[in-house]
């Protein structure tokens, strides 16, 4: 059974980071490619950013060159490093497992609780 669990989490000003985590079990980590997704209040969610398990990253136009995404696979930690963070990226935060294919992402149906990112003006 696959766990995600996220964490890292919470109130920052604008112009501030956070760098969350999310920790995996029951998946082959090294092997897995991971996204980090992110949903707003009364919005659907989105697909922040994903990390091959060949190390390929991909970003969302919204966040590029502020977040990085990356990974420990010695501690099945995928990682999201948010700098210049700003209003909009108020949201929960998700991490996920799933497929890469022909360039694109696709998330497999399982989520953690996420971990929720508020940011003040």
């Known amino acids: 059974q696959v766990q995600l669990v996220e964490s890292g989490g919470g109130l920052v000003q604008a112009g501030g980071s956070l760098r969350l985590s999310c920790v995996a079990s029951g998946i082959t980590f090294s092997t897995s490619n991971m996204a980090w997704y992110r949903q707003a209040p009364g919005k659907e969610r989105e697909l922040v950013a994903f990390h091959t398990n060949f190390g390929s990253a991909k970003y969302a136009d919204a966040v590029k060159h502020r977040f990085t995404i990356s990974r420990d696979n010695g501690k099945n930690t995928v990682y999201l490093q948010m700098n210049w963070l700003k209003p909009e990226d108020t949201a929960v935060y998700y991490c996920?497992?799933?497929?890469?294919?022909?360039?694109?992402?696709?998330?497999?149906?399982?989520w953690g609780p996420g971990t929720e990112v508020t940011v003040s003006a």
């Open positions: 996920n497992s799933g497929q890469y294919l022909f360039g694109d992402y696709r998330p497999y149906d399982s």
